[in-house]
């Protein structure tokens, strides 16, 4: 590990923006494709070729095809002990992860969503305390139209209220063909009964999918946001309203949201008083962590700015007020021993 490791390693982390499906390692999904018997091409070709893709759509069936290998509330729970794994390797003190129930039973309709999410939990419990606090955000997944995704909002807030760690929702998806819009009533729904809710935008469509995610939604988050930058007047919305953005800096460049070769806009989104944080939205499709991503971002932005990304997260978690607090006590005295000066 170089010094810039190090130092990424010493700082604890935040999670905000992180698939669970998208942090299931290629040999898992193999062997479990193998286990419950689901055909995939995905699972039976060259391993390095096992999560390959060329464009956005083609990420998005990858997505989907990684969820058909996964056939039983164990499964899910195998998953999340791997997550929690990796998660306290990187020094993760708390996350809030995408769950995405309607993939998961639009390949499945028998599955029992309920004991899946209880069997996650209770594989998170189960580390406690040295693993990191891990709570779920269910994607309505916009593919699947507005119907379908206010059927999951309804689903989310009844394990919300069974107590199965269930804090809000999120949009992910076919963005540039399910514009946020289109789920205003759904996002009203949950936001009255209680959860959190973020939405991916400005990702595969432009500014003005940003702002009525915000505007129209009510997001408190936005996944990657980076098309923000197409108006200004977005941008300003953005630091005003202190929404955070969670940036992705690997799935920008794989996904094709950030054009190849230009610096990721987080350094400018910063500047203009933009709450960013780090993520790595699905590391293992993506074959990054989330301490690359944060090496990557300090390459470009230096340590300083590193701290400043990782407390952003902190702020903008929807952990308990207590729990905040501690989080930030903690962070503190970590990174009040590190030297920020250098690049
Ligand atoms: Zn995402």
Request: proline share 5%; aromatic share 8%; glycine share 8%.
């Amino acid at each position: 590990m170089g010094e810039l490791g190090a130092f990424v390693r010493a700082l604890p982390k935040v999670q905000l923006h992180c698939h669970l499906e998208g942090t299931i390692e290629a040999g898992t999904f193999r062997e479990l494709a193998g286990l419950r018997g689901v055909e995939s091409a995905r699972a039976t070709g060259p391993l390095e070729a096992t999560y390959a893709f060329a464009t956005f759509g083609e990420f998005l069936l990858t997505f989907a095809e990684v969820c058909k290998a996964l056939r039983r509330p164990e499964d899910y729970a195998r998953v999340a002990r791997e997550y929690v794994a990796s998660a306290q390797t990187q020094n993760v003190r708390y996350a809030e992860l995408f769950i995405s129930p309607s993939v998961w039973t639009f390949f499945h309709p028998g599955l029992d969503v309920s004991a899946t999410v209880r069997a996650m939990r209770d594989a998170f419990e189960a580390a406690r305390p040295d693993g990191p606090q891990v709570v779920l955000i269910c994607d309505l997944t916009r593919n699947f139209g507005v119907e379908r995704a206010f059927e999951t909002a309804r689903l989310a807030v009844r394990l919300a209220q069974a107590d199965l760690g269930i804090v809000g929702i999120g949009l992910g998806g076919d963005e540039a063909n399910f514009p946020p819009a289109l789920y205003a009533e759904p996002f009203a729904y949950a936001r009255a009964h209680g959860l959190r809710t973020v939405a991916h935008a400005g990702e595969a469509a432009g500014a003005s999918s940003v702002r009525d995610a915000v505007e129209i939604l009510g997001a408190e988050r936005i996944g990657h946001g980076v098309r923000a930058l197409e108006d200004p007047a977005v941008v300003a919305l953005l630091a005003e309203r202190e929404v955070a953005l969670e940036l992705c800096p690997t799935s920008n460049r794989l996904t094709g949201a950030v054009p190849a070769g230009a610096p990721h806009p987080i350094a400018e989104l910063d500047r203009r008083g933009v709450r960013c944080t780090i993520d790595a939205d699905d590391p293992a499709l993506f074959s990054t962590t989330l301490e690359r991503e944060y090496e990557l971002v300090g390459a470009q932005c230096g340590r300083a700015s590193l701290v400043r990304f990782a407390r952003n997260a902190i702020d903008a978690s929807f952990a308990s007020t207590g729990r905040k607090a501690a989080l930030r006590a903690a962070f503190e005295v970590a990174a009040g021993g590190l030297e920020t000066t250098r690049p």
